[in-house]
Structures are given as structure tokens and as C-alpha cells.
């Protein structure tokens, strides 16, 4: 991941958010900086004496959060993470403990990281008073305090204002967790009141790229949608459908479609409230010239399983009692070659059950797709990013993987981003 140090003044004119590098001249040595992090990252949920919710699966996220983290560190701060895990409902909970995490990011550091038992509380004061320059300290699960992800701007702040007390008088934030800038919550958006602020890295390099995708972006301009329900993804493609040149379907959501068009898809995941809304995208398409590009065929499975049986089939002959759990072979082909004139490309959401060896080959041939294609490439999507490493298909074959499925697919509908913004003033 590389680390934007460019000035975040927006080509479309919005206002400057000073930088990590910023604070990095200002100089961090012996001041205590609280950084925002993104590390939720995927668990197997098998437990151990020592882990409660399993090992790690994907340290993507890890990885990504790295060069701020080192940064600071290196600079001589005295380095607070905060983070979440999971989706706790405000109080603690063993198997959402951040304790895998900070023994990962102490091996990626070379250095041990020292876990706070609470999130601000007397473990917490005590863990960061025992920060050395240069140290990094982990805060535990800052969603194991209800007030975290409060509606109540008073319960947030409440929150924020023992946050900022941690790092004390001469302290700064870095907002560093992508995956978070769409949250209103009080270690994304209402710390960022109270202390100077600072956007990261990270944040930096996903703003950049993303921009590359609303403004004067490169075309044609190519996106694949997949994953498992149109109704997440409503937003965006509106948003899509008056800037790009070829929408290509896959995934769960496809189904929708090809009812939309008048097919039966058998079993096939279909959100019947969603079709008027989906023939509403299919004749808006036509009108714009944007060309749709759904499934030809697809694999019908008798049932959803790792070893179902199934056959390929033409989209519009999909038995009653199968359901269509991938992408088949003539479609992988047509969107490849829909894919190869691209200039830009940003692929959200697998194509099939891709968690299934049997169901992953569209996702596989789409992400090949993108390795040898010579355009901008961009993968959004949680799942996306995780079926790229576990079909274990070069990161750097892409342009960019964003660490923030709902961050950027929010960015790409065009809507105000609270954690960007809290940091233009
Ligand atoms: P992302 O996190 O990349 O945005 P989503 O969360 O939207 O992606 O969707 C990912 C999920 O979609 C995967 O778990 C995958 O198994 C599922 N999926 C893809 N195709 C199908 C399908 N045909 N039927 C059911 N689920 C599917
Ligand atoms: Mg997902």
C-alpha cells in the first residue's frame, strides 16, 4: 500500500486536510498520537485457551494500517491505536478481543504491542503511561463501549473527550481507518473535534484512488458488480449508471436481473421487492448507452453447498429446482472481453459463491481479468479483497485494493463521507 503524500486539496476544489506528513514536520517525537486504525479483519471462530474468537484468516487489513502506524513510531511517537473487531453490541466480549490483532501487528512492527484490557478506562491510562517513545499501544475493541457507535452526539463525546484525555495536552489524531470515514462515531468522527487532526496514509491513497474513478477518470471506464444482494448495492449503481461505459452483472445479484428481463432463475438468490426498482436500472442503461452485461450461463446447483452437484446452463433456462451459484464458462469469457479495452476498471462483489472451490472460477477469471489488464483496476469489497487473496492471485496485479467496501462504495454514490469531512476544518 503505498503512503499518498500528496496535499489532499481536491482537484474539485474541496478544502485541504493536513496530513500525516504535515504532523510528521511538526514533529510527534515523545507526544502521545492517538490513531484511528482500521484492523478488523476476518477471525476463523475457532476457539483456543489463548484466542477466543479463532486466528486471523486475512491480515489485510493489518498489512494496510502498517506504514502509519511505522511512521509515527519511527518519529518517536508514543503511538495509541484505536480499532474495532466485529460487531460487538457495546460491552465486552472475549471472542471480539482485539488480542490476535495486537500480536500481529507486533510481529509486522518487530516490536511487541501493548493491549489495553478496556477502552479507556484504568487499563487503558495505564497502558499508554508506560509508552516509550517510538511504542505502540492497542486500545481494546473501542465498539466494547456502547457510546462508540451512539446516536447521541453528547454519549460520543463523552467518549471522545477520554479518548483525547490519553493522549493528553499536546496530543494529535490520525484518522487512518478507511474502512470507518463513513461512520459518525466517537473514535472516527468526534475525536477528530477535539484534538489537531490529521488524515493518514491510507485514508490518503483510497481518497486519491477513488477520486480517479468520479473525476476525469480514464475510459472506457469498466465496472463488474457481483456479490450477494442487489439491495446492498441499489445506491451505487444508480450512482454508476451515469458515469460508466459497461456495467457487467455477476454474483447474487444477477438473479434479480434476469428476472428483471423475464427469465426464471429456479432457486437462484432473488429479491422479488427489489425488481421494479432493477427494471428501472435495465431501461435507464438503454437510455444513457450504457451497455448492461448480464450472465449467459450460469453453474445450477441442486442444492448450496461446497459439494453440490450442478450443470452449467443458459441464463434463461435455469431448472426450477436449481440455483445458480457462479458465473459459467461462456460468461467468464464475455467478461473478459468486455473487460479488455478498459481503460479503468473497479470490480466489487464475487461473481459466485466463491468460498466454495467449485463456485469461485467466475471470481477467479474475473480477477485474472483485472491482473492482465493494463488499466487502472480497482477492487472494493471486503469479500472482493478476501477471494483475491484466497485464490491466491498477485495484490499487486491490481491497482489498488481498497481496504473499505462500504467506505468506498459510499464515496462512489456520492455521499458525504463524515470522518473525511470532520477533518477539512
Ligand atoms: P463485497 O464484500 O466484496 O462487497 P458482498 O458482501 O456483496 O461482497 O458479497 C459477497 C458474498 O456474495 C460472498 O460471500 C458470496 O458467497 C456471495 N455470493 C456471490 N454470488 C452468489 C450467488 N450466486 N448466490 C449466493 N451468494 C452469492
Ligand atoms: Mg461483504
Same mark, same amino acid.
Given at each position: 500500500?503505498?503512503?499518498?503524500? &500528496? ?23 515523545? /507526544? ?24 486471523? !484468516? ?9 506504514? !502509519? ?31 490476535? %490483532? #495486537? ?39 473501542? /465498539? ?7 446516536? *447521541?452526539?453528547?454519549? $460520543?463525546?463523552?467518549?471522545?473527550? =477520554? ?6 495536552? *499536546?496530543?494529535? +489524531? ?48 469498466? %465496472? ?21 461505459? /459497461?456495467?457487467?452483472? &455477476? &454474483? ?33 442503461? =438503454? ?13 445450477? #446447483?441442486?442444492? +448450496?453447498?461446497?459439494?453440490? =452437484? ?9 431448472? @426450477? ?8 464458462? $461462456? ?13 479503468? %476498471? ?7 459463491? +466463491?468460498?466454495? =472451490? ?8 474475473? @480477477? ?7 488499466? +487502472? ?44 469531512? %470532520?477533518?477539512?476544518?
Amino acid at each position: 500500500m503505498v503512503t499518498n503524500t &500528496g496535499s489532499a486539496t481536491g482537484e474539485d476544489g474541496r478544502p485541504a486536510v493536513a496530513t500525516l506528513d504535515d504532523l510528521l514536520t511538526t514533529g510527534v517525537a515523545g /507526544r502521545r498520537v492517538l490513531v484511528r486504525a482500521d484492523l478488523n479483519v476476518p477471525l476463523d471462530g475457532t476457539p483456543t485457551p489463548d484466542l477466543p474468537g479463532g486466528r486471523i !484468516t486475512d491480515d489485510g487489513r493489518v498489512r494496510a494500517s502498517l506504514p !502509519t502506524i511505522r511512521a509515527l513510531a519511527e518519529a518517536g511517537a508514543r503511538v495509541v491505536v484505536a480499532a474495532h473487531l466485529g460487531r460487538p453490541k457495546g460491552t465486552p466480549e472475549d471472542r471480539f478481543s482485539l488480542a490476535p %490483532v #495486537a500480536s500481529r501487528l507486533g510481529e509486522l512492527l518487530g516490536a511487541p504491542v501493548a493491549l489495553a484490557d478496556d477502552v479507556t478506562g484504568p487499563s487503558a491510562r495505564e497502558t499508554v503511561a508506560g509508552l516509550a517513545d517510538g511504542q505502540v499501544a492497542l486500545l481494546q475493541n473501542v /465498539r466494547f463501549d456502547s457510546r462508540e457507535t451512539s446516536k *447521541d452526539e453528547a454519549e $460520543r463525546g463523552a467518549l471522545a473527550e =477520554e479518548l483525547a484525555e490519553l493522549v493528553g495536552e *499536546d496530543g494529535a +489524531f490520525v484518522s487512518d481507518g478507511f474502512g470507518v470515514v463513513h461512520r459518525k462515531q466517537a473514535s472516527v468522527y468526534d475525536v477528530a473535534r477535539l484534538l489537531p487532526h490529521y488524515a493518514g496514509g491510507l485514508v490518503l491513497s483510497e481518497l486519491s484512488v477513488l477520486r480517479r474513478l468520479t473525476t476525469d477518470t480514464a475510459r472506457p471506464y469498466v %465496472v463488474v458488480l457481483g456479490g450477494a444482494k442487489v439491495s446492498d448495492k441499489l445506491g451505487v449503481i444508480a450512482n454508476l449508471l451515469t458515469r460508466v461505459d /459497461r456495467l457487467l452483472i &455477476g &454474483g447474487g445479484m444477477a438473479y434479480t436481473f434476469l428476472k428483471a428481463k423475464g427469465y426464471e432463475v429456479g432457486q437462484s438468490l432473488l429479491q422479488e421487492d427489489q425488481l421494479d426498482r432493477v427494471r428501472g436500472f435495465l431501461a435507464e442503461a =438503454e437510455e444513457r448507452g450504457v451497455e448492461l452485461v448480464l450472465p449467459v450461463d450460469v453453474l445450477a #446447483a441442486k442444492e +448450496f453447498g461446497a459439494d453440490a =452437484e450442478y450443470q452449467v446452463v443458459d441464463a434463461d433456462a435455469i431448472p @426450477a429446482d436449481r440455483q445458480g451459484l457462479d458465473i459459467g464458462p $461462456r460468461t467468464r469469457e464475455l467478461f473478459a472481453a468486455k473487460l479488455a479495452d478498459a481503460a479503468t %476498471v473497479f470490480w466489487n462483489g464475487p461473481t459466485g459463491v +466463491f468460498e466454495f =472451490e467449485a463456485f469461485s472460477g467466475g471470481t477467479r477469471a474475473v @480477477a485474472e481479468a483485472l491482473v492482465g489488464s493494463s488499466a +487502472f483496476t480497482v477492487v472494493g469489497g471486503g469479500d472482493s479483497a478476501a477471494a483475491v487473496r484466497a485464490l491466491g492471485l498477485p495484490e499487486d496485479g491490481f491497482s489498488h485494493i481498497s481496504t473499505g467496501g462500504g467506505a468506498s462504495l459510499e464515496f462512489l454514490e456520492g455521499k458525504a463521507i463524515p470522518g473525511v469531512e %470532520v477533518l477539512e476544518d
